[in-house]
């Protein structure tokens, strides 16, 4: 099934259904009096969440959604019957915004969870309800009121514990293959993972974690280079991040090099994010002889001044994972009595999470209005350098430059 992560949907719910305008009418009984009855609420549409969904590409053709509308009142005071309110089912991490507004109207990160994004119509009124002593004979209704519409844009972020950072090729969907039952595809070329992947880690027999693999990061993907930044923001919900490092990278690359090329871009998508606990992981430490082991560990500590907790591995092995997971599992636990009992780190945490979904947001917002403006053939200012200017160009008469992109 394809992965899609994001998409844009206009919804719009049922409109109320109109008042009646009826009157009394049976053998023997003159004057009757009204007996229109009120029409009938329009449906509402609710997102909610499902956890056997793991994309949004039934939305990604299907992207217009209506309500029912509320039935017409009727004689003999008959209300209308309510519109049926429509559902729709998304993965389980969807964020549901307002197009028009940027707002964002909720967040279904639990199984279950819904969520009222248009409201339908409020019922018109039959002549019964205005009849009084002195009117008795009213001819006055309301129709319904119309349901509401929005244009919404849905951003799923996969719900995992543990996000995979690393160059193509540093090992990342091996590492996750070799501790958990996942099977992401693996190959000896760059960027053979295109979607993100998540797998179980089985720690003992009840203690479980999830970590997330993404497609890998290369120099400039903050500008588009590679399959760009976008993927990142599917680690914006991790408790810890694992910086893998290829210590023998075949190009003859350099693994301080290679290291540093993570970190920047991840500044450069959210330093919120980069402030994150994370961990760094040499992968591959069986494809260089053991006598180099320490040189090329310090070399790669050195050069990103790292303070935090380092682990030399081997994915295909599974040399040094059994270790790495035990303590990643006791992580969790650590963190998670600190967040029940100190409310101060729960109140950072919550700070941060904020911070990193804000800038990921912004920073994504920006990648959509650029590609908007390429697409309707305008160049940014930003752009455009002051040796391509052409005073010319506002005079041409061949027209804008249509820029064409593929997706």
Sequence with gaps: MKFVDEVSIRVKAGDGGNGAMSFRREKFIENGGPNGGDGGDGGSIYMMADENLNTLVDYRYT??????????????????????????RVPVGTTVIDSAT?????????????????????????????????????????????GEQRDLKLEMKVLADVGLLGLPNAGKSTFIRSVS??????????????????????????????????PGLIEGASDGAGLGIRFLKHLARTRLLLH??????????????????????????????AERDRWLVLNKCDQILDEEHDARVKEIVDRLEWTGPVYVISAISKLGTERLCHDIMRYMEDRADRLANDPAYKEELADLDQRIEDEARAQLQALDDKRALRRSGVKSVHDIGDDDWDEEDVDDEDGPEIIYVRD
């Design 63 to 88: 992207r217009h959604f209506d309500a029912e509308r509320g039935s017409n009142g009727g004689s003999t005071d008959c209300t209308g019957k309510k519109g049926e309110d429509l559902i729709l």
């Design 102 to 146: 940027q707002e964002v109207i909720g967040d279904l990160t639990k199984a279950g969870q819904k969520l009222m994004v248009v409201q339908g119509g409020w019922h018109g009124l039959g002549n019964t309800r205005f009849k009084s002593s002195t009117n008795r004979a009213p001819r006055q209704t309301t129709p319904g009121k119309p």
């Design 181 to 214: 039952a996942a099977k992401p595809k693996v190959a000896d070329y760059p960027f053979t993972t295109l979607v993100p992947n998540l797998g179980v880690v089985s720690v003992d027999r009840w203690k479980s974690f999830v970590v997330a693999d993404i």
């Design 244 to 273: 893998l490092v290829d210590m023998a990278p075949l190009d003859d690359a350099s693994a301080p090099d290679a290291a540093e090329v993570i970190v920047n871009e991840l500044i450069k998508f959210s330093p919120s994010l």
